[in-house]
């Protein structure tokens, strides 16, 4: 599988300066990255290099949670890719959201805190994969955890990452947990206890009120440290090395082009888009794919970006006037100086919010199987992203299909670092994730149509009752449905041909390198990603210092 290897050594010469000398070597401040930084550095023995390609996380509307509102459709901390062309959303493009700054997509995110299923990792141990079932990563979740609210065998207290319950969830929050409770859906306490199964309220990775993103809960504590170094608006370019063996990273840091070399290991933290594209960028990839750019083909991965799995999510929109709901309304306006001084005085108030308060686990089809759909309840009005802003108030319920049949793929667009890779996740291509999805349309529907959330008249839009087949309903969510921001899949583990990585998240035939993200997951899990990319780096940090 592997070709023979050699430096390519264009811009840089071999031997690297002593400064830049570490044992690690991180790419990517995000999720994994900043976790990894942490881990690495604390016995003091090890010195150890962060690359961010995102400036740093100063900016206060990164701690105010409701803020996501504006960083997910921003520019300065966000990539905002866009896939290519979407044969099933009937051509459109869609928006894929990145964080861009230290704690990567946690620094945007909407902060929901939830694992999966048991179910998703025995899945992923029983592929091939040892030591990745739910038993083995329960600890690392655990080690994580600091739960403000929650305690019990699969609670803990003490790690870095705050997750509490929302300080002051909407009112709605609540009917929405009623409704769905009145259209035969169990209510749930607590999504990441012994049943995911039901509706309820969403806990959040926040302190006081504030974002908690792992860049403030890994990162911040320990950006003194003597052995770190953390490195911001440093693009990596490409992989440094000799033979198989991977010796160092070269970056971009403004207009100079610099590298950082690793004694022991470079770890690949740049997520589900960002990975595989460094990986072939350093010619670790699909041979054909890499040798029509004229990047020199290192070792024949044909894995890298393969695979793609994203959750697929459409949102119910309803226009409502009432006390609770948020939108852009003159009333918004007013309350706002009140809601500026409740969250500084107090930690909470409106601003505490992470939109997507509520939500359930539910299964369309009959059986006993694990949930088939989450939905999300935000109450708020919510169109495309909100990229597309809507003036009154309302609120909607999102709905995703949680194991996607669909697979995408990650190519690169130029040999050059500087341009965005071309994403295709290939939605609704299976024909079952489109039949699984009008199933969830209808659900949520009826959940919208219940009451106490539809006590009085309210509206929906896009005429969501007027759709009555399925072909009508298939051809509203090919208009409308797009990502819930999980792409995973891109350098997955396993021992297949098409693996990237094998168990112990070492990229096959290549020595020195391994990648720790979310483009590691074999398998779409049954729910937000944040926390299990935080596992995966937990342990990356075990099975790197083991050695
Ligand atoms: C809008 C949005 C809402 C979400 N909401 C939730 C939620 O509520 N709950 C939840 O669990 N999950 C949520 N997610 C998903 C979750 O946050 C991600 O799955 C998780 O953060 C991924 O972590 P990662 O480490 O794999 O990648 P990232 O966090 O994306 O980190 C990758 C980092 O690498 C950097 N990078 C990329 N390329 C390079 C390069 N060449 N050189 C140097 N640096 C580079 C990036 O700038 C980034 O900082 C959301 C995501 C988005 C975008």
Request: glycine share 10%.
């Amino acid at each position: 599988m592997v070709q023979p290897a050699r430096d390519r050594g264009r811009a840089l010469s071999a031997a690297p300066p002593s400064g830049d000398e570490f044992d690690y070597v991180i790419v990517g401040g995000g999720s994994a990255g900043c976790v990894l930084a942490n881990r690495l550095s604390a016995s003091g023995k090890h010195r150890v290099c962060l690359l961010e390609a995102g400036p740093k996380d100063r900016n206060p509307l990164l701690r105010i949670p409701a803020a996501l509102a504006v960083l997910v459709r921003g520019t300065r901390y966000n990539w905002r890719y866009e896939t290519v062309p979407q044969a099933g959303l009937a051509g459109r493009l869609g928006f894929q959201p990145r964080g861009r700054t230290l704690g990567g997509c946690s620094a945007i995110n909407a902060m929901i805190y939830v694992r999966g299923h048991p179910a998703d990792y025995d899945g992923w141990a029983a592929a091939g994969n040892a030591g990745w079932a739910w038993a083995d990563v329960l600890p690392y979740f655990l080690r994580a955890e600091d739960n403000l609210d929650f305690a019990g065998p699969l609670h803990a207290q003490g790690g870095p990452l705050s997750v509490a319950s929302l300080r002051s969830p909407s009112p709605w929050s609540h009917r929405f947990i009623a409704a769905a409770c009145n259209s035969g859906i169990p209510l749930a306490t607590d999504f990441n206890g012994p049943e995911q199964f039901g509706a309820g309220l969403y806990q959040v990775t926040q302190t006081a009120g504030r974002r908690c993103s792992v860049a403030t809960a890994y990162l911040a504590p320990v950006r003194q440290r003597p052995g770190l170094a953390v490195v911001t608006q440093a693009q990596a370019s490409r992989l440094l090395m000799t033979g198989r063996r991977v010796y160092g990273v070269e970056f971009v840091q403004g207009t100079t082009r610099r590298r950082v070399t690793a004694r022991r290991e470079v770890v690949v933290c740049a997520g589900a888009f960002g990975s595989p594209q460094l990986l072939m960028l350093s010619g670790l990839g699909p041979g054909p794919h890499l040798q029509a750019l004229g990047i020199d083909v290192i070792a024949d991965l044909p894995g890298v970006g393969q695979h793609l799995q994203d959750h697929i999510d459409y949102t119910l929109n309803w226009r409502r006037r009432a006390a609770g709901l948020y939108g852009l309304t003159l009333g918004t306006a007013l309350r706002l100086p009140r809601e500026v001084w409740r969250y500084c005085r107090h930690g909470d108030g409106l601003l505490t919010s992470n939109i997507a308060e509520a939500g359930a686990f539910l299964r369309c089809s009959a059986g006993e199987g694990p949930p088939e759909l989450q939905l999300h309840f935000a109450p708020a009005i919510i169109e495309d992203h909100n990229r597309r802003l809507v003036f009154g108030a309302g609120f909607s319920i999102h709905v995703c299909v949680l194991q996607p049949a669909s697979r995408g793929e990650v190519r690169l667009a130029s040999p050059d670092a500087r341009d965005a890779p071309l994403i295709d996740p290939r939605f609704l291509d299976a024909a079952q994730d489109l039949t699984m999805l009008i199933a969830g349309f209808r659900i949520a529907r009826r959940i919208g149509a219940a009451p106490p959330l539809a006590a009085e008249a309210h509206e929906s839009l896009h005429a969501l009752e007027s759709l009555v087949t399925d072909a009508d309903i298939a051809a509203e969510l090919r208009r409308r449905a797009d990502t819930l921001y999980h792409p995973v899949g891109t350098c997955r583990m396993g021992g297949g041909r098409d693996a990237v990585v094998d168990a112990q998240l070492k990229v096959h035939g290549i020595v020195g390198l391994r990648v720790a993200d979310a483009s590691i997951m074999p398998r779409l899990i049954r729910g937000n990603t944040n926390a299990p990319t935080i596992m995966i780096a937990e342990k990356a940090a075990d099975l790197l210092l083991a050695e």
